[in-house]
């Protein structure tokens, strides 16, 4: 466990990120839009680099917020952003929470928390364009818990907890977790393309999958459980961090493992769980090695081929590093 290595890298990162910012406030490429930009608020401020995080979520505000609390107004969404609608939103709401910047974090929430659904508690994975027959998703409702948490939309947030333990609960079998449902209650299990197996099925042993979305589950879950003192939480957030314990050779060392070893890390300090400790640091150490020379990180859980991935690689990086650094400091 090398939580000196872990800071310094952190600080490295850091100091590449501001490094890439615009005189107003902005990050390239700055058409790219949410892909590029809605996680650097969260991390900034994580680092104590608030007046850097402020001058971009005036950028936000100024460009990409419309009225209705929604970030599409000047740029469309690329990559995953087009698929997941609610991802992006959640951590910039989380993020301007974190800064104080209500102008934006309070209509933002306001937006975010209308794509729950009102009866399953699960996000609407498409976000406004959606109807509440489509599809609810694990990433979507994870992120959009843990913004609740942070916005402190407590409601929402238990809503979100008890739509993640029902699909663990409504799983058909055990050698594969599917990751969607439609209300009223019913897993996602056929019915989609081949092609896009890849964000309806976590596969036990395969590797190159999205272990984002369980790792996310976990983490809020966990989050969630501590809050409220829940071992039925704590419980659900083991198993889908167990899960992707069962996936392939890669989970440690894919662009899409580092939501795990925060997951990991945060139930390491709720349980003292020493399986936990392990993965934490395994993949801690492995973003280590994948950091580079300058401090930045070419891809990130979410990347997609695309110019903004090692803009948002490196604030996810950051984001988790310096939770992995947090909790195991705490669990000590």
Same mark, same amino acid.
């Given at each position: 466990?090398?939580?000196?290595?872990?800071?310094?890298?952190?600080?490295?990162? @850091?100091?590449?990120?501001?490094?890439?910012?615009?005189?107003?406030?902005?990050?390239?490429?700055?058409?790219?839009?949410? #892909?590029?930009?809605?996680?650097?608020?969260?991390?900034? #401020?994580?680092? %104590?680099?608030?007046?850097?995080? $402020?001058?971009?979520?005036?950028?936000?505000?100024?460009?990409?917020?419309?009225?209705?609390?929604?970030?599409?107004?000047?740029?469309?969404?690329?990559?995953?952003?087009?698929?997941?609608?609610?991802?992006?939103?959640?951590?910039?709401?989380?993020?301007?929470?974190?800064?104080?910047?209500?102008?934006? /974090?309070?209509?933002?929430?306001?937006?975010?928390?209308? =794509?729950?659904?009102?009866?399953?508690?699960?996000?609407?994975?498409?976000?406004?364009?959606?109807?509440?027959?489509?599809?609810?998703?694990?990433? /979507?409702?994870?992120?959009?818990?843990?913004?609740?948490?942070?916005?402190?939309?407590?409601?929402? $947030?238990?809503?979100?907890?008890?739509?993640?333990?029902? =699909? =663990?609960? !409504?799983?058909?079998?055990?050698?594969?977790?599917?990751? /969607?449902?439609?209300?009223?209650?019913?897993?996602?299990?056929?019915?989609?393309?081949?092609?896009?197996?890849?964000?309806?099925?976590?596969?036990?042993?395969?590797?190159?999958?999205?272990?984002?979305?369980?790792?996310? !589950?976990?983490?809020?879950?966990?989050?969630?459980?501590?809050?409220?003192?829940?071992?039925?939480?704590?419980?659900?957030?083991?198993?889908?961090?167990?899960?992707?314990?069962?996936?392939?050779?890669?989970?440690?060392?894919?662009?899409?493992?580092?939501?795990?070893?925060?997951?990991? $890390?945060?139930?390491?300090?709720?349980?003292?769980?020493?399986?936990?400790?392990?993965? #934490?640091?395994?993949? #801690?150490?492995?973003?280590?090695?994948?950091?580079?020379?300058?401090?930045?990180?070419?891809?990130?859980?979410?990347?997609?081929?695309?110019?903004?991935?090692?803009?948002?690689? @490196? $604030?996810?990086?950051?984001?988790?590093?310096?939770?992995? @650094?947090?909790?195991?400091?705490? %669990?000590?």
């Amino acid at each position: 466990m090398d939580l000196r290595g872990y800071r310094q890298a952190v600080i490295h990162a @850091t100091k590449w990120l501001i490094s890439q910012q615009q005189k107003d406030g902005a990050f390239v490429p700055a058409d790219q839009g949410l #892909a590029t930009c809605h996680k650097v608020p969260y991390a900034l #401020a994580l680092m %104590g680099e608030e007046e850097r995080a $402020a001058r971009l979520c005036g950028w936000i505000v100024e460009h990409l917020m419309d009225g209705e609390g929604d970030f599409s107004k000047l740029y469309p969404r690329v990559g995953f952003m087009e698929r997941y609608h609610v991802y992006p939103n959640a951590w910039l709401v989380a993020g301007a929470q974190k800064l104080g910047l209500f102008s934006l /974090s309070w209509p933002a929430a306001g937006f975010l928390v209308a =794509l729950q659904h009102p009866k399953s508690g699960g996000f609407l994975t498409a976000g406004p364009s959606a109807s509440l027959k489509d599809e609810q998703d694990l990433l /979507s409702t994870a992120s959009a818990g843990l913004a609740c948490l942070y916005h402190g939309a407590s409601d929402a $947030a238990l809503r979100a907890g008890e739509f993640l333990t029902w =699909l =663990l609960e !409504a799983q058909p079998r055990g050698n594969v977790l599917f990751t /969607s449902a439609r209300y009223p209650e019913k897993v996602v299990t056929d019915g989609f393309p081949e092609a896009d197996d890849f964000h309806y099925v976590l596969h036990m042993g395969r590797p190159a999958q999205f272990y984002a979305p369980a790792a996310m !589950a976990s983490l809020f879950l966990t989050k969630l459980g501590d809050a409220l003192g829940s071992e039925d939480y704590i419980t659900a957030a083991r198993f889908y961090l167990d899960f992707i314990e069962g996936g392939g050779d890669d989970r440690y060392t894919s662009i899409r493992s580092g939501f795990l070893g925060w997951a990991a $890390a945060e139930l390491y300090t709720v349980t003292g769980g020493q399986n936990y400790l392990r993965v #934490a640091t395994t993949v #801690a150490d492995n973003l280590m090695k994948q950091q580079l020379e300058n401090g930045s990180w070419l891809q990130g859980s979410m990347s997609a081929d695309l110019e903004s991935d090692v803009i948002d690689g @490196t $604030a996810e990086h950051i984001i988790v590093l310096k939770g992995i @650094t947090k909790a195991l400091t705490l %669990g000590q």
